[in-house]
Each structure stands twice: as structure tokens, then as C-alpha cells.
């Protein structure tokens, strides 16, 4: 303000406004940006250089003005910091990544290299890689192999046999022999499974339950939600719901625990 003052003030009164300039620049330490940050300034050699004149005052505003840019470009750069170092974390994770991963084919070939002296100095480059990925991919094969014969297999078990399926399922006393058949076999999953259908089947012959072969879990608890065992019954129909449509099959202890909440179930 006191530049521009003496700018255009008259011969007289100029020296009076460029003496106050002077004074004010000397005592600037520091200019506060737009955004509110605080910038470090040395006005002492644009103080030093103001004089009288209004060439010398136009040059003193036009240091000023170039300060207060360079001080608004300083807190406002033409880069975000905060992402230029979040890229180089970045940068830096992936390339220790890549050089660990590096590491652990230069051990494997090392390992070829000893065990195979003669075949190890004339492996290409990316051999080692090239023959974990094969590797890998004839592991995965064998897994899924493994996976899909085992369900075709219980499929088949569970298909092929239906007469033996209708037998188990003629009555309640069929079906608690066949648990307990099954218990004492080592096949925990059949005994759980004709400890469910003998609770079933004996509250059906009691006419507890009005009992349809084609009713869902949810519409026999349904029927069943006036008997004071309906809980018990809950428990035991999720325990088998689990072991025989889950992939785990069923263990003895979940067995005994089916056998237990059967014969509540029908006490």
C-alpha cells in the first residue's frame, strides 16, 4: 500500500511514503498464502534497492508481487506431495516383493543347479519359472481330480442302491436298527442320518406329526410346533442337515450327540 501511495504521490510528499515502505519491507520477516500457511520472507535487499523514483518504485512493486508468487506457488505446488510419496511406498513394496520373489527362484535354481551339476549351467533364463507354473498347474489338476471323484462317489453310493434306501425308511424300528447297524460299522454320517429319519417316522406312527415324504425340514417344524420337544427336534434336524448335506460327513461324537436328541425327540 505504501509503494502504491508513493507512486502517486506528488515530488513532495514522495520521499515521506517511500521512507515508510522501506520501514515496512525491512520489518517483513514472513507473508500468510490465501490458504492460510505461513511463508519465511527477506525483504531486506527490496528495501535496500527502493528509492524515490517511480522506476525504482515500480521495480520495488514488482519484486513485491514476484515474492508473493513465488511464496503462493511454494504453498500451493503443481504436485500433490501426500500421492508422489504414497506412489513411491508403493513402488518401493512391489519392487521388495519382485526382488523376494527373484530370491526364491535363484534359491530353487541353485538347488537344480547342485542336484543336476551338468543340466544346471545350461538352463535358459525363466526356466525355473516356467517349471513351477507347470508344477503348479499339474497340482491343481490332481486336486480337482481328487475333488470330483470323491462326490461322483458318494453320488454313486447314494443312487445305486435304492432298495436298500426304501428298506431303511419302511419304519421306525427299521430305521433305529439301521443306526445303530451303522454305529457300530464306523459309518457315523448313515447312523446320524437313520437317527433323524427314526425320530421322524416314530412321531409320524404316534400321530404326533402328520407326516408327508415329500414335506421340507421347515413344513415338518411347522407341523410340529405344538410338541414340546418341537426344540429338540430343531436341533436334531439341523445336526443332520449338516453332516449329510454339508461336505464334511458327520463324526462319531456327532452321531452320538443325534442318537441322544432322538430319544428325546420321541420321549
Not at 51 to 58: E, R, S, V
Not at 197 to 224: F, G, K, N, Q
Amino acid at each position: 500500500m505504501a509503494l502504491l501511495q508513493a507512486r502517486v504521490a506528488t515530488d513532495a510528499q514522495r520521499p515521506a511514503f517511500v521512507e515508510r515502505a522501506r520501514t515496512t519491507l525491512s520489518q517483513t520477516t514472513a507473508v500468510q498464502t490465501a490458504d492460510g500457511s505461513v511463508i519465511t520472507l527477506d525483504d531486506s535487499r527490496v528495501a535496500r534497492r527502493l528509492a524515490t523514483t517511480t522506476a525504482a518504485i515500480d521495480a520495488s512493486v514488482a519484486d513485491v508481487d514476484q515474492l508473493i508468487a513465488i511464496a503462493d506457488r511454494a504453498a500451493s505446488p503443481p504436485f500433490n506431495v501426500a500421492q508422489a510419496n504414497a506412489k513411491l511406498r508403493d513402488f518401493a513394496v512391489a519392487e521388495e516383493t519382485r526382488s523376494g520373489s527373484n530370491d526364491l527362484f535363484s534359491a530353487i535354481g541353485a538347488l537344480l543347479a547342485r542336484l543336476f551339476p551338468s543340466a544346471g549351467a545350461q538352463l535358459p533364463p525363466g526356466s525355473v519359472e516356467l517349471t513351477l507354473t507347470i508344477a503348479g498347474i499339474g497340482l491343481l489338476v490332481v486336486i480337482l481330480a481328487i475333488l470330483v471323484r470323491g462326490v461322483r462317489e458318494r453320488i454313486r453310493r447314494e443312487a445305486v442302491q435304492p432298495g436298500a434306501h426304501a428298506e431303511a425308511a419302511a419304519s421306525a424300528a427299521v430305521q433305529l436298527a439301521a443306526a445303530e447297524r451303522a454305529a457300530l460299522s464306523g459309518d457315523p454320517r448313515a447312523a446320524l442320518h437313520a437317527f433323524y429319519r427314526y425320530a421322524i417316522l416314530t412321531l409320524a406312527e404316534r400321530r404326533m406329526v402328520r407326516y408327508e415324504p415329500s414335506l421340507t425340514d421347515r413344513e415338518l417344524l411347522e407341523r410340529a410346533s405344538s410338541l414340546p420337544q418341537v426344540e429338540t427336534l430343531r436341533e436334531l434336524i439341523s445336526l443332520h442337515d449338516r453332516a449329510w448335506f454339508g461336505l464334511k460327513g458327520a463324526t462319531v461324537e456327532e452321531a452320538d450327540h443325534a442318537r441322544d436328541l432322538a430319544e428325546r425327540a420321541v420321549a
